[in-house]
C-alpha cells in the first residue's frame, strides 16, 4: 500500500517504461483525481470500471469539472459514469477517421435491445459556423477535431488520449456525456418546436418514443418554414406519412453506420438513400447539419429540408432509387407531399 502512487510517478518521469497502472493511479496521475473520486464513490461504478467490462474511459480533467457541484451530481448519476465507460477498446485514432466512430458503452439501453452508445464525429461538415472547434491540449489529437455527442445532441471534446492502464486505454474530454432521454423529450429540449407540434397533432410521438431500435431524421424549424407551401399536413393521413417517412425502424443509423449510397425503408414503406459528398451527409439530397443526437431507443439526426422519400419499385426500374429521381417519383404518387 505505500507503495500505491509510485508508479503514477514513473509514468510520469520514464513515460516509455510499461507498468500496470491500476485505472485509478492513471487517472491521479493525468489530472482526473475528482473523475477518479467520482468512481471510488459508488461501489457498483467502481467495480464496472475495475472490471474486464470496461476497455475505454472517457475522463474528465478536474480543470474541465471545476466546481464541487458538478462532482456531487455526477456521483448522484451513476447512468452517465456508465455511459463513460466502453466496453470496446478504442484508440484516438479510431476515434478520428472521417466520419468517427461508434463507442458502446456500459449503460444498458432495454430499448435499444444492445448497450447505449457515444459517437466520436470527426471531420464531418455540417456547414454551420458553431460546429465543433479543435481545442486540442498536448498535441495528441492527430489533424482534424474530433467532438463526441451523448444525448440531447450535446457534444463534448476530445482533448488528448491513448493513456494507457492495465484495463484499457484513458481519453480526455473537456465534459461529461449526456445520459439520452426519449425522442419526444429530445425534440423538445433541443428547440425543433414545428416538428414537436406535428408530432403532437399526429398522435405518433408514443409510436416513436416506445419502437425498439429508431433512426429519426429531424427537420430544423427553419426548413419547414421553408417548406410551408410545398408540404401538405393539413389531412391526417398526410401529415402521419410525412412523419412516418422521416422515420427508420429496426435501424439505429449512427452516422458511421450511413453509408454512400446505402437505402433504408422508412416507416410508411419508401425509401431514403444516404449520399456521402466532400464530407457532408444527405439524406435523399437533404443535408445533415447535425448529427448523432443519441436518444433513449436510438439516434436523431437534424436535417435542413423535409424529406421527399422515393416509393418502393420494382426490380428492373433500380435507377428510380437513385436520390436524383426522388422529386420525380414523388410527384407522380403525390402521397405524402404535394408540389405546388
Ligand atoms: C464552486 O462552488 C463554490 C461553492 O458553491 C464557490 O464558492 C466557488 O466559487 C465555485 N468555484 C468555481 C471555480 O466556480
Ligand atoms: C454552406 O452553405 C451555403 C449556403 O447554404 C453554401 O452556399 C456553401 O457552399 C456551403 N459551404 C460548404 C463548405 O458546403
Ligand atoms: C406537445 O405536447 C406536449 C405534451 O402533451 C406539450 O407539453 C407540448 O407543449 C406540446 N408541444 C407543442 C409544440 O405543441
Ligand atoms: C408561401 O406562399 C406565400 C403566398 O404565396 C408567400 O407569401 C410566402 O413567401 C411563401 N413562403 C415561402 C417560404 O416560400
Ligand atoms: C392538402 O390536402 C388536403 C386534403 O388532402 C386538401 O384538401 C388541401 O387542398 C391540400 N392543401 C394544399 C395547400 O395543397
Ligand atoms: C389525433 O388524435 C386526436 C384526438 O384523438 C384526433 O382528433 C386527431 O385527428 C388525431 N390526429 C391524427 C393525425 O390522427
Redesign the pocket.
Known amino acids: 500500500m505505500k507503495f500505491s502512487i509510485i508508479p503514477s510517478f514513473s509514468v510520469f518521469i520514464f513515460p516509455t517504461i510499461t507498468y500496470a497502472v491500476s485505472l485509478i493511479e492513471a487517472l491521479n496521475a493525468n489530472g482526473a483525481s475528482q473523475f477518479a473520486q467520482q468512481i471510488q464513490a459508488n461501489p457498483d461504478i467502481l467495480a464496472l470500471y475495475n472490471s474486464p467490462a470496461v476497455k475505454t474511459v472517457y475522463a474528465i480533467p478536474d480543470s474541465s469539472i471545476g466546481n464541487s457541484t458538478l462532482r456531487l451530481r455526477a456521483v448522484a448519476d451513476p447512468q452517465r459514469l456508465s455511459l463513460h465507460a466502453s466496453g470496446q477498446l478504442t484508440n484516438l485514432e479510431t476515434l478520428s477517421v472521417f466520419p468517427g466512430s461508434v463507442s458502446k458503452s456500459n449503460l444498458n439501453s432495454p430499448q435499444l435491445q444492445q448497450p447505449q452508445a457515444v459517437v466520436s464525429q470527426s471531420g464531418v461538415s455540417t456547414n454551420t459556423s458553431s460546429s465543433s472547434r479543435r481545442r486540442s491540449v498536448g498535441g495528441t489529437i492527430p489533424s482534424t477535431p474530433v467532438s463526441i455527442a451523448s444525448g440531447l445532441g450535446n457534444k463534448v471534446n476530445l482533448v488528448s488520449g491513448d493513456i494507457a492502464y492495465d484495463g484499457g486505454l484513458i481519453h480526455v474530454v473537456d465534459g461529461f456525456f449526456t445520459v439520452p432521454v426519449s425522442l419526444s423529450d429530445t425534440i423538445s429540449s433541443t428547440g425543433l418546436s414545428t416538428l414537436q407540434g406535428l408530432l403532437n397533432q399526429s398522435n405518433l410521438s408514443s409510436t416513436f418514443n416506445q419502437a425498439n431500435s429508431f433512426t429519426l431524421f429531424t427537420p430544423s424549424n427553419a426548413a419547414f418554414a421553408a417548406a410551408v407551401n410545398t408540404t401538405?399536413t393539413?389531412?391526417p393521413a398526410?401529415l402521419q406519412n410525412l412523419l412516418q417517412n422521416h422515420a427508420i425502424p429496426n435501424f439505429v443509423g449512427y452516422l458511421p453506420d450511413l453509408v454512400d449510397g446505402a437505402t433504408y425503408t422508412t416507416l410508411s414503406g419508401n425509401t431514403l438513400t444516404v449520399t456521402v459528398k466532400n464530407k457532408a451527409y444527405f439524406i435523399n439530397g437533404v443535408r445533415i447539419v447535425s448529427p448523432n443526437t443519441i436518444t433513449q431507443n436510438g439516434v436523431a439526426h437534424v436535417i435542413n429540408g423535409i424529406l421527399t422519400p422515393t416509393p418502393p419499385v420494382f426490380t428492373g426500374a433500380g435507377w428510380m432509387l437513385r436520390p436524383g429521381y426522388g422529386v420525380v417519383a414523388a410527384v407522380v404518387t403525390a402521397l405524402l407531399v404535394?408540389l405546388v
Open positions: 401538405n393539413t389531412s398526410a404535394q
